[in-house]
């Protein structure tokens, strides 16, 4: 193993250590993934790009706000790249394991059937006794957020 790909599983072994550890806010907890076309435009409007400009730090009672995100949760170690998505794909499924009460899930029309949220997260929430809820929210065609109707058994 060279030096790099050491550092960075050293960086993921940290994080998940830290997850597992008593003192990790992670609660509220968001997931997001993918992305809607807007109808009008044609833009994409992706998921990310939503829950950090509208969910984190804000109080608008229309949607959830100040839910913890995996990447604020880690944010003291190192940020996986592209390149190291795989090594990294233990620590999302982790923080979905670890996190209980109500959970917040934001999602586009369009979800690349290879991502973190369908390989890794989606099914650890399923399991996870210590989620109690599941809110799930959409972004639409017109590029507005809509609370959806499923639940955490039909996520």
């Not at 830290?18 to 109808?39: D, M, Q, R, V």
């Not at 929430?125 to 639940?151: A, H, M, P, S, Y």
Request: aromatic share 10%.
């Amino acid at each position: 193993m060279n030096s790099a790909a050491s550092l960075e599983k050293n960086a993921v072994d940290k994080a998940i250590s830290y997850i597992k550890g008593p003192h990790a806010n992670l609660n509220p907890s968001c997931f997001y993934s993918g992305y809607t076309t807007h109808e009008t435009t044609g833009q994409l409007q992706q998921a990310q790009h939503y829950i950090t400009k509208h969910w984190i730090g804000k109080k608008d009672t229309k949607v959830p706000y100040n839910c913890r995100l995996i990447l604020g949760v880690v944010s003291d170690f190192a940020k996986a790249d592209a390149a190291h998505i795989n090594d990294w794909s233990g620590v999302f499924k982790e923080f979905a394991e670890s996190v209980s009460g109500k959970v917040y899930v934001l999602l586009g029309e369009t979800i690349d059937p290879h991502s973190i949220w369908l390989q890794h997260e989606r099914q650890a929430l399923k399991d996870n006794q210590r989620v109690t809820e599941v809110e799930v929210w959409e972004i639409e065609g017109n590029g507005q957020l809509k609370k959806t109707n499923k639940t955490k058994a039909t996520l």
